[in-house]
């Protein structure tokens, strides 16, 4: 995976499986779940820090009992193809992509993204016994950077640390069933704060 500095200065349209834009808001059909802690605010912005559109998620607050600040599961189910995303059957073919802005002087935020297959094709994800990959952002910059990583490049974590997935251990990505973004950060360190935006598979690293 890697990361680039990056300020879209005018639209452009890219192919893609769109996973979330916030242009519309939060959408019914995803799960949103915020802890009440202090100074708490995952919500949509409107301003002109933007790097796509004119929306964007602020994901901020302080939490001194779990890392866990909030999170939004993304279902395949909102997205019109079933069960599962419509996405390749190749995982060399299939890129994720998304923008994430850095807030200074804040407790440094870690994103988290768990994508979870349904190879049993039960409509459910498991990761007891089903392949969930995962893709850990630490948010130590300034500003907005894009983040782009191959789907076959998708590491398998319990608690940070490398495992083996408890399915077939194959990429499946025509087989994911749900996306979940986590928003984290020490509990010790006081408030953190970050933004995301334009979250998308690609079939090649997005090009802004």
Same mark, same amino acid.
């Given at each position: 995976?890697?990361?680039? /500095?990056?300020?879209v200065?005018? /639209?452009?349209?890219?192919?893609?499986?769109?996973?979330a834009?916030?242009?519309n808001?939060?959408?019914?059909q995803?799960?949103?779940?915020?802890?009440?802690?202090a100074?708490m605010d995952?919500?949509?912005?409107?301003?002109?820090l933007?790097?796509?559109?004119?929306?964007?998620?602020?994901?901020?607050?302080?939490?001194?009992?779990?890392?866990?600040?909030?999170?939004?599961?993304?279902?395949?189910?909102?997205?019109?193809?079933?069960n599962?995303f419509?996405l390749?059957?190749?995982p060399?073919?299939?890129?994720?992509?998304?923008m994430?802005?850095?807030?200074?002087?804040t407790?440094?935020?870690?994103v988290?993204?768990?994508?979870?297959e349904?190879?049993?094709?039960?409509?459910?994800?498991?990761?007891?016994?089903?392949?969930?990959?995962?893709?850990?952002?630490?948010?130590?910059?300034t500003?907005?950077?894009?983040v782009?990583?191959?789907?076959?490049?998708?590491?398998s974590?319990?608690?940070?640390? /490398?495992?083996?997935?408890k399915?077939?251990?194959r990429?499946?990505?025509?087989?994911l069933?749900?996306i979940s973004?986590l928003?984290?950060?020490d509990?010790?360190?006081?408030?953190?704060?970050?933004?995301i935006?334009?979250?998308?598979?690609?079939?090649?690293?997005?090009?802004?």
């Open positions: 995976s890697f990361e680039l /500095p990056i300020r200065s005018a /639209p452009k349209k890219n192919n893609g499986l769109l996973i834009d916030f242009e808001g939060i959408n019914s995803w799960n949103r779940f915020v802890q009440s802690g100074a995952f919500n949509v912005k409107n301003d002109a933007a790097p796509q559109g004119s929306r964007y998620l602020q994901m901020a607050g302080t939490v001194n009992w779990d890392w866990l600040i909030g999170l939004i599961d993304f279902p395949a189910s909102a997205y019109g193809s079933g599962t419509a390749s059957t190749n060399d073919g299939v890129y994720f992509n998304c994430i802005y850095g807030v200074p002087g407790n440094p935020s870690l988290l993204f768990q994508f979870k349904d190879e049993i094709s039960d409509g459910n994800t498991n990761a007891a016994n089903e392949d969930q990959y995962d893709l850990e952002v630490r948010v130590n910059w500003g907005w950077k894009l782009s990583v191959r789907y076959s490049d998708l590491p974590l319990v608690n940070g640390q /490398p495992a083996t997935p399915g077939n251990a990429h499946n990505p025509d087989k069933g749900k973004m928003h984290l950060a509990p010790s360190a006081g408030f953190a704060s970050s933004k935006d334009y979250i998308i598979f690609t079939d090649r690293p997005l090009e802004p």
